[in-house]
């Protein structure tokens, strides 16, 4: 039997710098009573000129170290659809900042979904006796890459970074990554993206001033899927257990929109307060948000060790993701404010 990876540490950062909807709504045509009623969201935090996700990524990782009480691990992988350049990936920069270089570091690029497949990716490291320990980090800075004047997309995102600890156990003890689902349908690539940056623009000939370099997103196409298919997969996950939605006490979401949580608590037949929710204090913080809501759970005593725990993810791709896991007996370091 393979062995288990097991959650040991969790630690977040997001950058200090709070947007709330009414900075949004003296810049744009919007309003604070459209954002809240439309997505849930209240405020979010937005990193200053010079601060990358690189930056974000190596706070959170430390602060994940710190509540593992360790100063090491054998890989670090970071999940982002931000990375700090095209090339090269931004985890070995990661690894190096926090001491670590040397270990196998690279990034997974799975945009809203990127923190569950970077579990799974590193889970399966583990299980496979590559690695005995790993970090796994989410981070994304989605306000470089909005189109400020685009009101469609600036009111929903924030930027931010949340990071695990991964170490080799058992797959009974409190922490351990019971099971994974994981899926994808290209035919969904032109509903979350950014259209220049990469070989496909770039070798069709279009020049630097005409490259479209900003985030595009069919928000009413991805309600619909979104919904879709974190119910679809928390649903897969669940079989592969054996747990019955009645069985979870915690389903934590990517943070996408407070009606979209709703309406997939509902589909699964799921109580609304045992849906974690924080899009309200942060938006939607890409790959980071999976593990900055957990953080915020923990910290406010609603997650308790060996509690059964469904996370689910949806994004562009589009790609989805659920993990089932037990609840660790851990203190997470940082948190959201
Ligand atoms: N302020 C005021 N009005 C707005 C704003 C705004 N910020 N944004 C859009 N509107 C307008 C639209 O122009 C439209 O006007 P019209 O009816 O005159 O055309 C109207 O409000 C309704 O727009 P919709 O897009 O239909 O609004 P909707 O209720 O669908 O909300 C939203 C939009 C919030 C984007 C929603 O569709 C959503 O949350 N979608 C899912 C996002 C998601 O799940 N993302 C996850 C993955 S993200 C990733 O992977 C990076």
């Known amino acids: 039997m393979t062995r288990a990876a097991v959650i040991c540490g969790l630690g977040t950062w997001v950058p200090p710098r709070v947007v709330t909807n009414d900075m949004l709504a003296a810049e744009l045509d919007t309003s604070d009573e459209w954002i809240r009623t439309r997505t849930g969201i209240t405020r979010r935090h937005v990193v200053n000129p010079g601060v990358s996700t690189g930056h974000l990524a190596t706070e959170a990782g430390r602060r994940a170290l710190e509540s593992a009480g360790v100063t090491g691990v054998d890989v670090v992988v970071v999940a982002t659809s931000t990375p700090d350049r095209p090339c090269p990936a931004t985890a070995p920069v990661v690894a190096s900042r926090l001491g670590l270089s040397g270990v196998a570091a690279f990034d997974v690029a799975a945009v809203c979904t990127g923190f569950v497949y970077g ?164 938006g939607n913080t890409v790959a980071a948000s999976i593990p900055l809501a957990l953080a915020d759970a923990s910290a406010d005593g609603r997650l308790e060790a060996g509690q059964r725990v469904v996370l689910t993810g949806f994004g562009g791709g589009l790609s989805w993701g659920s993990a089932a896991l037990t609840w660790p007996g851990i203190t997470a370091v940082g948190g959201e404010r």
């Open 119 to 282: 579990l799974a990716t590193a889970a399966g490291l583990i299980g496979t006796s590559v690695a005995k320990t790993a970090l796994v980090i989410g981070a994304d800075t989605f306000s470089t890459i909005l189109d400020p004047g685009d009101r469609t997309t600036r009111v929903i995102f924030g930027d931010g970074a949340g990071a695990v600890v991964l170490r080799a156990g058992d797959h009974e003890e409190a922490g351990a990554l019971r099971g994974f689902d994981l899926g994808s349908d290209g035919r969904g690539v032109d509903l979350i993206t950014v259209p220049a940056g990469g070989s496909e623009q770039r070798g069709s000939g279009v020049t630097a001033e005409e490259a479209d370099t900003y985030f595009h997103m069919d928000g009413p196409q991805v309600f619909a899927r979104a919904v879709r298919h974190m119910t679809s997969s928390v649903r897969s996950v669940l079989k592969d257990v054996a747990w019955d939605a009645e069985d979870i006490d915690h389903v934590v979401p990517h943070q996408a929109n407070v009606r979209i949580l709703d309406a997939c608590a509902r589909e699964l037949g799921v109580s609304a307060d045992r849906v974690v929710k924080n899009v309200d204090r942060v």
